[in-house]
Structure formats: structure tokens, C-alpha cells
T-cell receptor
Framework: DVKVTQSSRYLVKRTGEKVFLECVQD?????MFWYRQDPGLGLRLIYF???????EKGDIPEGYSVSREKKERFSLILESASTNQTSMYLC????????????FGPGTRLTVL | SQQGEEDPQALSIQEGENATMNCSYK?????LQWYRQNSGRGLVHLIL?????REKHSGRLRVTLDTSKKSSSLLITASRAADTASYFC???????????FGPGTRLSVLP
């Protein structure tokens, strides 16, 4: 079974702090994704990566950056956390680009005070 | 506006009843997928239907796709309390790069 893990289930940070969310997948998937999920808005794509050291902006990249130094690991970085970044963050991976199933991690609920 | 939108937003039924959720989308697609999310957890893939398919079954799940109406439905038969979750459709736009998820339908199955 594919396993996607995220570094924390719950995280509380203060405004202005630098926040790292890490995601690791164990199925040698090419593609990895970061979403945020807010009530009534569904999942919105922040960034995605199709290869090591490669990244592309999703629908809402402002205020975020990402890093993919190794194939299995995809990190989401909030350079200076703000209260409007309080959300559930979901990482996913997939084998092919767009038409394949995405496998999700359990999510990180981030609260920025 | 979102590519996929589920309807209804929330649904409450008794155990043993059938549950039907609908998804509408705006542009041509390659495929459409349904995912389930238990409270506070990640999403789990349920079923994928391609644009050239009209109906697909998986256990108690039945998915239909009507490309002329740009809509899909997910039917869960003989529902169980364990089916209580949010259900999302995700569309892979024919000319896009990534999935677009709708806001979801929250299903409550009462024992």
C-alpha cells in the first residue's frame, strides 16, 4: 500500500514565524502536491512537483514556497506565517501526471496565532 | 469558480438507505474521480470514471457520468454508519494540468 506521511497532525505557530511542513511518500511516485482545505472551499492546490528540484505554482501559491531535494520528500514552507494561513494542509502523491489516482497523507491542521 | 461542485452540501440518511451525491463541472474532462474523507483525515480514492465511460461499479458504489450534461453521480447502496464522511469529486480537465476538487458533500448515516 502507498503510504504518505506528514510530519505533524497538529501545529500551532505565531504570526511571523517560519513554518515547515514535510511530506514523505514511499512509492517512488514522480508527482507530489500540496493542498490547503478550508470549509466550503474544498481543496485548493498550492504547489506541485513533477520531479526532483522541480516545482510549479498551483492556484494559490502566494505566501508559500516549496522544496523537493529528494524524490520521496516534498516540503511546504510558510516564510512568515499569517493568521489567514490557518488551515488544514494536505499532501498527496501520484504516479503519473494528472490522470492517475492521488494518494493523500493524513493532513496537518495548522493554527497561526 | 470551481470546476467541480457537489450537490447537496450535506445529506443525512438512515442506515440501510441509499445515498446519492451529484457533481457538476464546467469544462471537458479526461476523467472524474470520487474521494472520501473521514473527519479530520486525508482523502481516500474511491473510484475513477473516464470520459468515455458511462457507468462504473465498485462494491456498494455506483458512479455514473453524463458528459453531455457535465455531471456525475455517486450512489452508495445499503449505507452503513461507517460511510459517514465527506465525499469529493475531482475532475481532470482535458486541457488542464491538475485535478480540481469540489467543496464536497457531507454525508451522515444515522444508526
Amino acid at each position: 500500500d502507498v503510504k504518505v506521511t506528514q510530519s505533524s497532525r497538529y501545529l500551532v505557530k505565531r504570526t511571523g514565524e517560519k513554518v515547515f511542513l514535510e511530506c514523505v511518500q514511499d512509492m517512488d511516485h514522480e508527482n507530489m502536491f500540496w493542498y490547503r482545505q478550508d470549509p466550503g472551499l474544498g481543496l485548493r492546490l498550492i504547489y506541485f512537483s513533477y520531479d526532483v528540484k522541480m516545482k510549479e505554482k498551483g492556484d494559490i501559491p502566494e505566501g508559500y514556497s516549496v522544496s523537493r531535494e529528494k524524490k520521496e520528500r516534498f516540503s511546504l514552507i510558510l516564510e512568515s506565517a499569517s493568521t489567514n494561513q490557518t488551515s488544514m494542509y494536505l499532501c498527496a502523491s501520484s504516479f503519473t501526471r494528472s490522470t492517475d489516482t492521488q494518494y493523500f497523507g493524513p493532513g496537518t491542521r495548522l493554527t497561526v496565532l | 469558480s470551481q470546476q467541480g461542485e457537489e450537490d447537496p452540501q450535506a445529506l443525512s440518511i438512515q442506515e440501510g438507505e441509499n445515498a446519492t451525491m451529484n457533481c457538476s463541472y464546467k469544462t471537458s474532462i479526461n476523467n472524474l474521480q470520487w474521494y472520501r474523507q473521514n473527519s479530520g483525515r486525508g482523502l481516500v480514492h474511491l473510484i475513477l470514471i473516464r470520459s468515455n465511460e458511462r457507468e462504473k461499479h465498485s462494491g456498494r458504489l455506483r458512479v455514473t457520468l453524463d458528459t453531455s450534461k457535465k455531471s456525475s453521480s455517486l450512489l452508495i447502496t445499503a449505507s452503513r454508519a461507517a460511510d459517514t464522511a465527506s465525499y469529493f469529486c475531482a475532475t481532470d480537465a482535458a486541457y488542464g494540468q491538475n485535478f480540481v476538487f469540489g467543496p464536497g458533500t457531507r454525508l451522515s448515516v444515522l444508526p
